[in-house]
Every structure is written in C-alpha cells, then in structure tokens.
C-alpha cells in the first residue's frame, strides 16, 4: 500500500492497482482504516523508549528500558520493547577488547597479601573496595583515571583524572572516597587493588592505615586478580569514553565522568543489585538495618 501511496500522484491509484491485481476499494479501505489499539500503543511506548534510552547515556538495551519503564509503572513485555527499539533502530552499548599497559609493578617494595582471592562479594557497605586505573586517548595525549568501587553495591565512591600516573592520581581518589564515606565506620575495610606502584606506595598505604583500612593486592600473573574492578573500566569506556568520544583533552574527559559517575550512581540500573541503582540499593540497606535494630530493642 505504501508503494501506491508514494507513486499515486504520477500515474493514478487505479492504474496502479489494475498493475498490481489490486481492488482500488481495497486500497482506500486501508488508508482510510483508524489506527488499532496495538499501533496506538506501539507509538506511545516509542515515545517513552525514546526517552529513556536518551536519558541514560544512549548505553541501555532491551532489558533495562524494560527494566526502567517496569519502574515507572509501564507495564509492558520485553519481547515488546526489544521489537519496537529493533523498529526504532536503538540498541544498547557493546563491550570492546582495547587494552593500555597502566599497571607498573613495584618489586622491589613489600607487598600485602591477597585477602579476597577472586571472592568480590560483601555484606554491607565499606566491607571491600577495589581500586584501579584506566586510560583515554584525547587528542591532547593519554588521560588516566581512577576508581575506587565499592563490591556491596557496585557504588563508585571515589575517581580522579590525571594526564600522568604518578601516586598523586590514584591517592586523590581515595581522599574523595573516603570523603564520601565520612561518618561512617571504615574499620576492617578491605581495600584491594593490583600491584600497581601507586598502590603499593607510602604514601598511599599510610593513608589507608590511618582510615583503619587493611590493604589488599592480588597476586602477580593473574588476569582474574581485580576481575570486579577492571570489568567496571570495561564498562565505563564502552557507555562513556567509545560511546560519546573523541576527546579533546583532560578537561572534557574529566567534565563527562563527573556526570557519568553521577548518572551511574544515582540512576543506572545493575542487574546485580536487582536492577536498583547503587545509591537505591544502599539506602535499601540501612533502612532495612535500622528496622532489624529498631525490632530488637523492643
């Protein structure tokens, strides 16, 4: 029908349909139909596809705008959302294998143990963090970034952008970090990271020291030693840095991750919390302590 639509101008409907074996009734019953309840709700769920995927960085597939709209009251199926964002031609960020040397290890320093050997769970908030670094290409030269992640909730609690590695970048991470975490109690905080020279520096170790953090660093040769942590990087440069660059230099890059780790924290559904955000999933925690602690006291 669309194709006598288009060409109906130059040569006539009925020409048209007598090429085609067409009943010209038939055409004009068709463009003349009203739309049906599934075409009515098709558009106005693309409409609210739209709006998320746009509000979420571009990054999200099928299963989070679902996820999404589900939170919003949409009530919807999947198999729905993946036909309509196919139609719209939208589709979530995919991971690439792009990998830059940013781990220098010290061997000539002593080094901690490895106190979570692949394990990257925990109970609660503040039991272990993992630290490490990631680089971007700008046109101004490489940029380094760090993270400090908290495991319980995948919340990012402390970063910081650097044009070099020096200890300074991954130290002002951990003064954010811990920053953010002020007021709470730290002791026996497991911080664990690779055997970076920035981990592994005075400096550094002092200061987690002084937090009552015990430092932790996966053992050499092993791929899997900070999975949690290098996985996140994974993520960050396929949702930020290859999905929104190139980069200009330090100050775009550090300008989008201030956002980026806003929009991670606060709105970015985790199908390993649940599909909650960090911030939702931690607020959940404590709410539900304060009413353990509340119901024993009575």
């Given at each position: 029908?669309?194709?006598?639509?288009?060409?109906?101008?130059?040569?006539?409907?009925?020409?048209?349909?007598?090429?085609?074996?067409?009943?010209?009734?038939?055409?004009?019953?068709?463009?003349?139909?009203?739309?049906?309840?599934?075409?009515?709700?098709?558009?106005?769920?693309?409409?609210?596809?739209?709006?998320?995927?746009?509000?979420?960085?571009?990054?999200?597939?099928?299963?989070?705008?679902?996820?999404?709209?589900?939170?919003?009251?949409?009530?919807?199926?999947?198999?729905?959302?993946?036909?309509?964002?196919?139609?719209?031609?939208?589709?979530?960020?995919?991971?690439?294998?792009?990998?830059?040397?940013?781990?220098?290890?010290?061997?000539?320093?002593?080094?901690?143990?490895?106190?979570?050997?692949r394990q990257f769970r925990a109970t609660a908030p503040n039991r272990?963090?993992?630290?490490?670094?990631?680089?971007?290409?700008?046109?101004?030269?490489?940029?380094?970034?760090?993270?400090?992640?908290?495991?319980?909730?995948?919340?990012?609690?402390?970063?910081?952008?650097?044009?070099?590695?020096?200890?300074?970048?991954?130290?002002?991470?951990?003064?954010?970090?811990?920053?953010?975490?002020?007021?709470?109690?730290?002791?026996?905080?497991?911080?664990?990271?690779?055997?970076?020279?920035?981990?592994?520096?005075?400096?550094?170790?002092?200061?987690?020291?002084?937090?009552?953090?015990?430092?932790?660093?996966?053992?050499?040769?092993?791929?899997?030693?900070?999975?949690?942590?290098?996985?996140?990087?994974?993520?960050?440069?396929?949702?930020?840095?290859?999905?929104?660059?190139?980069?200009?230099?330090?100050?775009?890059?550090?300008?989008?991750?201030?956002?980026?780790?806003?929009?991670?924290?606060?709105?970015?559904?985790?199908?390993?919390?649940?599909?909650?955000?960090?911030?939702?999933?931690?607020?959940?925690?404590?709410?539900?302590?304060?009413?353990?602690?509340?119901?024993?006291?009575?």
């Open positions: 029908m669309s194709f006598i639509t288009a060409h109906k101008q130059r040569w006539g409907v009925e020409p048209i349909c007598r090429q085609l074996q067409i009943a010209p009734a038939t055409y004009y019953a068709v463009v003349n139909r009203l739309p049906s309840a599934r075409t009515l709700r098709d558009g106005e769920l693309q409409m609210a596809i739209q709006r998320v995927w746009r509000e979420h960085f571009g990054v999200y597939g099928a299963d989070k705008v679902w996820a999404q709209l589900n939170r919003e009251g949409v009530r919807v199926a999947r198999c729905t959302i993946e036909r309509l964002m196919r139609t719209l031609g939208l589709h979530g960020a995919v991971r690439g294998k792009t990998r830059v040397r940013t781990t220098v290890g010290d061997e000539t320093s002593g080094r901690p143990a490895d106190l979570v050997k272990l963090w993992v630290a490490d670094l990631t680089y971007v290409k700008t046109h101004a030269g490489w940029v380094y970034v760090a993270f400090i992640i908290d495991v319980f909730s995948r919340c990012i609690v402390g970063w910081q952008a650097s044009r070099s590695l020096r200890t300074d970048l991954a130290l002002d991470a951990l003064e954010m970090a811990l920053w953010r975490r002020r007021g709470r109690r730290l002791e026996g905080l497991i911080h664990h990271s690779d055997r970076g020279v920035q981990y592994l520096a005075i400096r550094y170790t002092e200061r987690l020291a002084e937090a009552g953090a015990v430092a932790s660093v996966g053992s050499r040769g092993d791929s899997y030693d900070n999975a949690l942590a290098e996985s996140f990087n994974g993520l960050y440069k396929t949702e930020l840095i290859h999905h929104r660059g190139p980069w200009c230099g330090l100050d775009a890059v550090e300008y989008a991750t201030l956002g980026y780790v806003d929009w991670f924290n606060q709105r970015r559904l985790h199908g390993e919390l649940g599909m909650l955000p960090p911030a939702e999933f931690e607020a959940l925690y404590y709410e539900q302590a304060r009413s353990v602690q509340l119901a024993s006291s009575q």
